[in-house]
């Protein structure tokens, strides 16, 4: 599994316009519904899902990087939306920093091992300064893209 492989295109977000975590996560599902990739009569409900989790533990793991995530017996597919905030975010993260980089995954219930595998890759690959780095200066859809590509590469990290 690729990083370019989860993230639909469609669902780069470079301008994040939320200042605050629930906003985040309503824009990037409303840009997952926008590309196509899940329903939107599921939207609603997949906010309310992931805020849920977010409420049992903040997946604003440090360095400034969130990972939101959800699954549902509806979504069609393992696909992720990624948002750049350029004023950061509270996403009550562990190291109480604000977060830059979200990258938000919605995954099929019936799908947990596909779920963690698209969880460990995005960890994977968050791990590495120089790929935050880049992520968090990145401006433009293809700029992203770029960066994802050689990361699944191992170009970048």
């Known amino acids: 599994m ?35 990739a899940v329903d939107g009569a599921l939207r609603e409900e997949l906010i309310e899902r992931v805020l849920e989790r977010e409420s049992r533990g ?24 990624v948002g750049l905030s350029q004023q950061g975010i509270d996403f009550n ?7 830059y980089s979200v990258f938000l995954l919605v995954s099929p219930a019936g799908d947990p091992e596909g779920h963690l595998r698209a969880m460990e890759v995005i960890f994977k690959s968050l791990k590495h300064e120089t ?22 590469n191992q170009q970048l990290t």
């Open 58 to 81: 903040s997946t604003g793991f440090g360095r400034g990087v969130a990972v939101p995530h959800v699954k549902h017996p509806e979504a069609p597919k393992i696909v992720a939306a």
């Open 93 to 99: 993260s562990l190291d109480k920093q604000p977060v």
């Open 131 to 152: 790929f935050r780095r880049f992520l968090r200066q990145a401006t433009t859809v293809d700029e992203v893209r770029t960066l994802l590509e050689e990361r699944d």
């Open 2 to 36: 690729k990083l370019a492989d989860i993230v639909n295109e469609q669902a780069i977000v470079t301008r994040l316009e939320a200042t605050d975590r629930d906003a985040a996560v309503s824009e990037l599902i409303d840009a997952l519904i926008a590309a196509g």
